[in-house]
């Protein structure tokens, strides 16, 4: 009879066990089944196609036992749309240059859904191109010169000439060239540029291919770079997402992380390869051998693209926009910035 009684409570304590795994496997899963990621137009997204192209999340998801989570991607245009998208949930992860992010995360700071970034993925140096023979640094505009950039005192390029401007004009004269800006897509301000002048555009400033490109043309010459102004190699491009997603969906946030390493690292042995995606995915009108070329290009032997996750001088930016009354909070260190899985990389 012990025996008996002894089998069938092992019977009951192992329905029991079922029935609790039962309940807890969907809890175990409970993460998203399809991960939302957004990037923008340009070779500066290249880690993000790479992502896509060879279905990176999808494989570091199953190797988490997320089973068959998909990844879906989206193009937008504009960091404003980016931020509108993820506060929205209608993405779970954006990418874009530093002042949209910067915004957003200062805009929730102290929020019950932070937004923070989850790690770098592109550092290239952009230029700041002319047209005009009399222009032979920044003191050399005039009031006749327009400066093509993509939005006018909130683009990376915008925030970047206001810095050079503080240095040739003293701090207080950060807007001086401000007035000379007019906000233009990147192809178009390049198509402007190279007319020559007869569109009024004397000078834009950009970053590979555009700047690349422009360079070949007789007549064109650089002013200045982003790596002038910023003191050395600085990010470009981060990704980021909520506070609230991460802890909803900690697996599949660190697969995406783990998928955007895996992107860089590809990139960086396999160049040609890597360029191939690219024209596949957006590199209409360009050729793997042009593609590559850029991918290798360098100023005075400092590469002028490199894909890394490390947020190198972040805080320049931050820095710069606190001071100038466009961010609430001056982050104490580049870790305040990013969630803690980011706080092992290089960055400054």
């Keep these: 009879m012990k025996s008996f009684h002894h089998c069938r409570l092992s019977v009951v304590a192992a329905l029991a066990m079922a029935i609790v795994s039962s309940l807890a496997g969907p809890a175990a899963r409970a993460e998203v089944a ?23 999340v999808e494989k570091r998801a199953k190797g988490a036992g997320l089973g068959d989570l998909t990844a879906k991607y ?29 915004t957003l995360w200062g805009r929730t700071l102290g929020t019950s859904n932070e937004v923070k970034g989850v790690a770098g993925f592109t550092a290239a140096n952009m230029y700041l191109l002319t047209n005009n023979p009399e222009v032979k640094s920044l003191r050399d505009f005039g009031s006749k010169d327009k400066i093509a950039l993509p939005a006018v005192k909130v683009s990376v390029q915008a925030i970047v000439l206001q810095l050079a401007a503080a240095k040739a004009f003293g701090e207080a004269g950060y807007t001086k060239l401000d007035s000379l800006t007019v906000s233009m897509p990147n192809p178009d301000a390049a198509a402007a540029l190279m007319s020559g002048g007869a569109t009024g555009i004397t000078a834009n400033f950009t970053a590979p291919p555009y700047s690349t490109d422009a360079l070949a043309r007789p007549g064109i010459r650089s002013v200045m770079t982003a790596y002038d102004a910023l003191g050395g190699p600085a990010i470009l491009d981060v990704v980021w997402a909520t506070s609230r997603f991460r802890e909803a969906n900690p697996k599949t946030y660190a697969a995406v992380l783990a998928a955007l390493k895996d992107a860089v690292a590809y990139i960086n042995q396999d160049k040609a390869a890597a360029a191939r995606i690219y024209v596949e995915m957006q590199g209409k009108g360009s050729n793997e051998k042009q593609v590559l070329e850029i991918l290798n290009s360098s100023n005075q032997g400092v590469p002028d693209m490199e894909f890394t996750v490390d947020p190198k001088n972040i805080t320049k930016y931050s820095d710069f926009l606190h001071k100038t009354g466009r961010l609430p909070s001056r982050p104490g260190s580049w870790r305040d910035l990013f969630f803690r899985e980011a706080h092992d990389l290089a960055g400054s």
């Design 74 to 102: 989206s193009v937008l245009s504009g960091g404003n749309t980016m931020n509108d998208a993820l506060l929205s949930d209608s993405i779970h992860f954006g990418s874009g240059g530093i002042p949209p992010f910067l």
């Design 34 to 56: 399809e991960v939302r990621i957004a990037y923008q137009y340009g070779l500066v997204y290249l880690p993000i196609m790479v992502m896509q192209r060879l279905q990176l």
